[in-house]
């Protein structure tokens, strides 16, 4: 059974920086994801890594977030820059067993519980 623990939220004002971190214990993944989910809106992509440092970026985190992981620690960070209010959401971190970095929601097997980032104008 995996388990993931992430940590990092909190509250920002606009422009400022926050780094999440998703810690995987149980086993090994061949991706993992961060997503988020805005109040009254669906879960969305933000950014995926690979075991082996391949990224994935949606358009508006391209240039602001840098998605890194640590594979001696089995853990992903999340470096967000010049936060906008857009981003405040639930962020979760999700992995794969298998396969590349996907966008898609049910490519990813295990979800952790979600980290508040809230982002003040």
């Known amino acids: 059974q995996v388990l993931l623990v992430e940590s990092g939220g909190g509250l920002v004002q606009t422009g400022g920086s926050l780094r999440l971190s998703c810690a995987a214990s149980g086993r090994t993944f061949s991706a993992m994801g961060w997503f988020r989910q805005a109040p009254g809106k669906e879960r969305e992509f933000v950014a995926a890594?690979?075991?082996?440092?391949?990224?994935d970026y949606v358009d508006s985190a391209k240039g602001r977030f840098t998605i890194s992981r640590d594979n001696a620690k089995n853990t992903v960070y999340l470096q967000m820059s010049s936060l906008k209010p857009e981003d405040t959401a639930v962020y979760y971190c999700?992995?794969?067993?298998?396969?590349?970095?996907?966008?898609?929601?049910?490519?990813?097997?295990?979800w952790g519980q979600g980290t508040q980032v809230t982002v003040s104008s």
């Open positions: 890594i690979t075991w082996n440092g391949r990224t």
């Open positions: 999700a992995i794969r067993r298998a396969g590349d970095v996907s966008k898609h929601r049910n490519d990813y097997a295990t």
